[in-house]
């Protein structure tokens, strides 16, 4: 979407187990022109494109970091499977976390449009971010639950009459940091994406934590901005130049001292 709000780009998975190298690859992600309705018939991502000619450099890693970084890429490629009995586990915790009080009638039910999933199937809207996805949500539900439900219930702020869909913007979110990150890469190719590696090798639930962050930093970018739906990939770009900008400052030691981390405590 533009920063007028006419168009977006839709993103759709197109492969698991990606080849990974030192140049980048544009199939991690298939980009297709979308219509204006809400998240259309994909995910929206504000995803940089950029062309296979562009040069980056490359970061060395230590032992540890490179270990990370293959563990949470293997994590990265495993797509949502229904059939698989620990991802079904996994929604419903889900689910038992954001309504607690109400029970829940089938892993495919009309009920899940409550979360803010597009329809009743909310595997559908993974394969923008693979089970990863599904277990930050589940991550931020437990390490955060205060927030997590101000988020899902849009308690903060004046908001808009059009709201973002909690869940699917959650998905959003996942994607957008891997490509942040750029983890689908055998080695960093930008300081962001070193920096994270640092964090990573000293706390496994960094990418997780991150997302938490992240995703309370677009909700608070979404109240500053007064926008609504159609605004949703300006503000996305927005809350990732600023996390961007705040893992850059000289001061950060671990996530926990990003000045966004503040909005996830308050």
């Not at 709000?5 to 993103?11: D, E, I, K, N, W």
């Not at 929604?91 to 329809?119: C, D, T, V, Y």
Request: charged letters at 25%; glycine letters at 6%; one cysteine or more.
């Amino acid at each position: 979407m533009d920063d007028r709000g006419g168009s977006f780009v839709a993103v759709r998975r197109i492969s698991q187990g990606l080849e990974r190298g030192n140049t980048y690859h544009s199939n991690s992600a298939e980009a297709v022109a979308g219509s204006a309705a809400w998240l259309g018939r994909g995910l929206s991502c504000v995803c940089a494109q950029r062309r296979e000619s562009d040069a980056r450099p490359s970061f060395d890693l230590t032992p540890s970091e490179e270990e990370c970084l293959q563990r949470l890429q293997k994590r990265i490629d495993i797509a949502y499977d229904s059939s698989i009995l620990e991802h079904q586990e996994a929604l419903r915790a889900l689910w038992n976390a954001a309504f607690p009080e109400e029970e829940l009638h089938g892993l495919i039910s009309e009920q899940w449009k409550e979360m803010g999933w597009q329809g009743k199937d909310p595997s559908t809207d993974f394969r923008g971010g693979g089970f990863i996805s599904l277990e930050n949500l589940l991550f931020f539900a437990r390490k955060f639950p205060e927030s997590f439900k101000d988020l899902l219930w849009k308690q903060e702020g004046n908001r808009s009459a059009w709201e973002y869909p909690f869940a699917v913007a959650g998905v959003n979110i996942t994607f957008m940091l891997i490509q942040m990150l750029d983890l689908e890469a055998v080695k960093p190719r930008t300081i962001v994406g070193a920096i994270f590696l640092k964090f990573l090798s000293e706390d496994e639930s960094a990418f997780d934590l991150l997302y938490c962050i992240a995703f309370k930093l677009m909700d608070h970018q979404w109240l500053a901005m007064h926008a609504s739906y159609m605004d949703f990939n300006t503000v996305m770009k927005t809350a990732r130049r600023q996390l961007e900008r705040e893992l850059l400052l000289e001061d950060i030691t671990r996530l926990e001292d990003l000045p966004s981390y503040s909005l996830l405590t308050r």
